[in-house]
């Protein structure tokens, strides 16, 4: 009878240890990242507000070499920009690499439109981690491009991730961004 006790002891005592660490793993609080890519400074300040409004960790995504003006000139067919944009293989270097990628549920990726899509540097970005498992969601700025072209292509290039519905976040209030968040 003693032996039956303490079986029967030990057998409750790994089950609630059992019910105790699925429970764990149900309220495990989703955690999120915004990483961005910014040449002017517009996708930072998107970025920023969008990581204040999710409650996520900030995230820049370099270059190892930093864009100048004559890089970024975009009616100078040879600027580097325009090269790296023509070349669908081009995947510009970047410094600092988080170590901690695995930690994130959500990825919100973030950069500016160029040629109608996301800069070639996000291939890069994007190429650098496994994001098996994660939500990543597209947001972008521009002077006059929608952010459509740019999720096609991710979309059609990473086809693997789990990509939600991104948007153009062009002076995007922080009340849009909160609906815009609770929608996913």
Same mark, same amino acid.
């Given at each position: 009878?003693?032996?039956?006790? %303490? ?5 409750? @005592? %790994? ?5 105790? !660490?699925?429970?764990?793993? =149900? ?13 002017? *400074?517009? $996708?930072?300040? @998107? ?12 995230? #820049? ?6 864009? $100048? ?8 067919? !040879? ?17 600092? +690499?988080? @170590?901690?990628? !695995? ?7 973030? /950069?500016?439109?160029?040629?109608? $899509? ?6 890069? /970005?994007?190429?650098?981690?496994? /994001?098996? *498992? ?9 002077? *006059? ?6 999720? #096609?292509?991710?979309? @059609? $290039?990473?086809?693997?991730?789990? &990509?939600? #519905? *991104? ?6 209030? +922080? =009340?849009?961004?909160?609906? &815009?968040?609770?929608?996913?």
């Amino acid at each position: 009878m003693k032996k039956l006790m %303490i079986m029967l002891t030990a057998l409750l @005592a %790994i089950s609630l240890s059992a019910c105790s !660490q699925n429970g764990k793993k =149900e309220n495990k609080q989703m955690k999120t990242l915004v990483a961005y890519f910014s040449a002017s *400074g517009v $996708t930072k300040k @998107a970025a920023q507000q969008l990581a204040e409004v999710a409650g996520a960790d900030l995230h #820049e995504i370099k270059p190892e070499t930093p864009y $100048t003006d004559a890089d970024l000139d975009w009616t100078d067919q !040879q600027s580097r920009s325009s090269v790296e944009m023509k070349d669908k293989k081009s995947r510009p270097a970047i410094t600092a +690499k988080l @170590a901690n990628m !695995q930690e994130y549920d959500v990825v919100y990726v973030g /950069f500016p439109i160029w040629w109608y $899509t996301c800069p070639t540097i996000i291939n890069t /970005f994007m190429e650098a981690y496994d /994001f098996k *498992g994660k939500t990543v969601i597209p947001f972008a700025t521009s002077g *006059g491009s929608t952010i459509k072209k740019a999720c #096609e292509d991710l979309k @059609a $290039t990473y086809p693997n991730i789990n &990509w939600k #519905e *991104g948007k153009l976040l062009n002076r995007t209030s +922080k =009340e849009e961004m909160e609906k &815009w968040i609770k929608g996913k």
